[in-house]
């Protein structure tokens, strides 16, 4: 599966338990994330940048937003188990 159609995919699944405004869920502890929901949670914010146009500003986007989407992470992690 190529990178483009595992973005939109993870940013599908992440659609409903997305974050809806800055404070809308609480800020997760970042110490206790474990490498897979880091990188699912990078992978979704990646998804909802702003301008999908352009990786680069995706890839910003995720380093900068992706501990408000852990929980999404976790959460689909947790429902592949």
Known sequence: MNTSRRIVLAGLAGLAIAPTA?????????DDVTVAEERFARVIAAAHAPDLTCARQAERYADAHWP??????RAVLGARV
């Open 22 to 30: 800055a404070g809308a869920a609480p800020a997760p502890a970042v």
């Open 68 to 73: 408000e989407y852990v929980v999404a992470a």
